[in-house]
C-alpha cells in the first residue's frame, strides 16, 4: 500500500467497516479533514477495529479517502440561499468552523458516507438530498506537509472527494459540535468566517459557493 505492491492486510481493509463513535478532538485532531473518530469508545473493540497505534501506522503508509459536504438550503428554484456550518472547539481549546466530513469506509458506496456523514454530524432527520448520480465539485488533497496543497491535515494524507448537498429535513449539531449555524453564502465566504475555518475548509467552502453560482 501507499505505492508497494504488497497485498493489503485484513485488519487494515476491515477496520473501515462499521460506524465510530469517539468525538475526534479526543485524538489531538486539531484541523479539518474529518469528524471520524478512529474506535469506540469503551474496554472493548468489535473484531476487525484497528487500534490507535494501527490505525497511525496505516495513516502514515497510504493516502485515506474521505468526503466532504457542504451542507445547503435551496429555494424553490434550486439556488442556494444558506450554508451550514458546524462549530466546534479543537483540543487545542480554539473555536472553529467545519464542514462536515469523514472517512468513506470499507465496501461503502460514496453516497453511503455522504448520508451516514451528513446524518452523523447533522442528526439523523436533516434529510440530505443526495442526486442520483454525485458528483464532486473538487478532490481536496490534504496532506500532512504545510503549503503543498491548500488543505491541511497534521495526521496524514487524505483525499477527499467534496460536494454541495442540499438538506431539506430539521437539522441539529451532534457529537462534538456545538452549534449549526445557518449563513448566507455571502456570510459564510466573509474573511470573518474564513478565518474561523482551519485546515484549507474556507477554501473548500469558496470553491463549493463558486460551483453552484453564489461566489460573492
Do not use: N
Not at 429535513?169 to 449555524?181: K, S, V
Not at 449563513?183 to 459557493?209: K, N
Request: proline letters at 11%.
Amino acid at each position: 500500500m501507499g505505492g508497494s505492491a504488497h497485498a493489503r492486510p485484513a485488519d487494515v481493509a476491515r477496520t473501515q467497516v462499521a460506524p465510530v463513535l469517539v468525538p475526534r478532538a479526543a485524538h489531538g485532531r486539531l484541523c479539518g479533514v474529518t469528524a471520524t473518530p478512529d474506535f469506540p469508545r469503551g474496554p472493548e473493540r468489535p473484531a476487525g477495529w484497528l487500534s490507535p497505534e494501527q490505525i497511525a501506522e496505516a495513516r502514515s503508509r497510504l493516502p485515506i479517502v474521505y468526503v466532504d459536504a457542504v451542507p445547503v438550503r435551496v429555494d424553490d428554484c434550486g439556488d442556494v440561499v444558506a450554508v451550514g456550518l458546524l462549530l466546534r472547539v479543537t483540543s487545542s481549546g480554539v473555536m472553529s468552523r467545519a464542514l462536515v466530513s469523514g472517512r468513506v469506509m470499507y465496501h461503502e458506496r460514496v453516497r453511503d458516507a455522504l448520508v451516514r456523514h451528513i446524518e452523523k454530524d447533522l442528526g439523523p432527520v436533516a434529510l440530505p438530498q443526495i442526486p442520483s448520480t454525485p458528483q464532486p465539485f473538487t478532490v481536496a488533497e490534504y496532506l500532512p506537509t504545510p503549503g503543498v496543497t491548500p488543505y491541511h491535515d497534521p495526521r496524514q494524507h487524505a483525499v477527499s472527494l467534496a460536494y454541495v448537498v442540499p438538506v431539506a429535513g430539521d437539522c441539529r449539531p451532534q457529537q462534538d459540535a456545538i452549534d449549526l449555524a445557518w449563513m448566507t453564502p455571502e456570510e459564510a465566504c466573509s474573511e470573518e468566517v474564513q478565518i474561523e475555518m482551519h485546515g484549507g475548509q474556507g477554501t473548500l467552502l469558496r470553491q463549493a459557493m463558486a460551483f453552484v453560482g453564489r461566489m460573492p
